[in-house]
């Protein structure tokens, strides 16, 4: 059974002076924005990362810092936080987190002895090996629609934001 459109009480009493609903929406102002655009683009593509990693039990910010460690056998917390953006109190569980599922390993770091050097073990290594592959291609079905030219200023100009 389909139920009936919700009318104002204007529209109830027949008022044609009441609003009705715009045929199109405008969006163009919204549209002008480059903060709008590339929120649209990043959930279009997070939606679909999110579903991928699932199977990775991999967020967006552990993949990240598990593909970081990885490409960076050593590296310190400190480099993380600044290579990522995060705050060492986040970054702090969620290192716990990935070395409790055996992702990453502490070491002792070889010449700053306040300092603890990361690295993946084989199963992080193995892990992000296959999310990288899910990665690339969720990401290439994405971006499908861009030459190789679009694509790659896309990122040149994205990345002269944030850099």
């Keep these: 059974m389909k139920t009936p459109p919700v009318l104002s009480a204007a529209e109830l009493a027949g008022d044609a002076t009441a609003p009705s609903a715009a ?6 102002f919204l549209e002008s924005l480059m903060g709008y655009n590339t929120r649209r683009a990043s959930l279009a593509i997070l939606e679909r990362f999110m579903q991928e990693m699932a199977v990775y039990d991999l ?4 993949f990240s810092v598990m593909s970081v460690v990885v490409h960076n056998p050593g590296i310190t917390s400190r480099q993380l936080c600044a290579s990522l953006g995060l705050l060492p109190p986040n970054l702090v569980g969620m290192i716990s987190t990935l070395q409790k599922r055996e992702l990453i390993e502490r070491r002792p770091h070889p010449s700053d002895r306040r300092a603890v050097s990361l690295y993946a073990s084989e199963k992080g290594q193995n892990l992000i090996n296959r999310a990288e592959q899910t990665a690339a291609q969720l990401e290439a079905d994405a971006t499908a629609k861009l030459t190789p030219g679009e694509y790659k200023t896309l990122l040149r100009l994205l990345r002269k934001i944030y850099l």
């Design 23 to 28: 045929a199109e929406v405008d969006t163009g």
């Design 59 to 62: 967020r967006p910010v552990s």
